[in-house]
């Protein structure tokens, strides 16, 4: 009695996959060829906004860019950023030669904030949370 319950249970599985198999997959009367340039096209401009950032930020009130972009160096990727802050200073801060972008964004900021310093816009107090 068990043995055609548990065939009962395939069956009826079996029956209700084929059905959502049916729903999910459209039927079509003529197949169209696979557009390689389109899947390649779509990867490409998915992994560019991935690898090249610019954020805005507030750096001690003020408002900055950051930017993140990858280079190679001996078949390695790695990060650049840069920090700066238009209409507040002419510094930029950089970073380059990390292999996580987020390291390379929070040096690019360390840096920056250390040129501020230098510069006098800033005070070491204010900045100590930075540095």
């Known amino acids: 009695m068990s043995a055609s319950l548990v065939s009962g249970r395939w069956s009826g599985t079996l029956v209700l996959s084929v059905l959502v198999l049916l729903q999910v997959v459209p039927v079509s ?7 390689f ?6 990867v490409a401009t998915n992994a560019v906004g991935l690898l090249f950032k610019e954020n805005e930020i507030e750096l ?11 280079h190679f160096h001996r078949w390695k990727m790695y990060h650049r950023a840069t920090v700066t802050c238009p209409g507040w200073t002419t510094a930029v801060g950089r970073a380059r030669g990390f292999t996580s972008p987020v390291n390379a964004e929070r040096e690019a ?19 100590s949370h930075w540095l």
């Open 29 to 35: 009367a003529q197949a169209k060829p696979l557009d």
């Open 37 to 42: 340039s389109q899947i390649l096209s779509s």
């Open 60 to 70: 001690l009130g003020h408002y900055c860019t950051l930017s993140t972009r990858p």
């Open 109 to 127: 900021t360390r840096d920056m904030v250390k040129k501020l310093v230098e510069n006098g816009l800033v005070t070491e107090e204010e900045a």
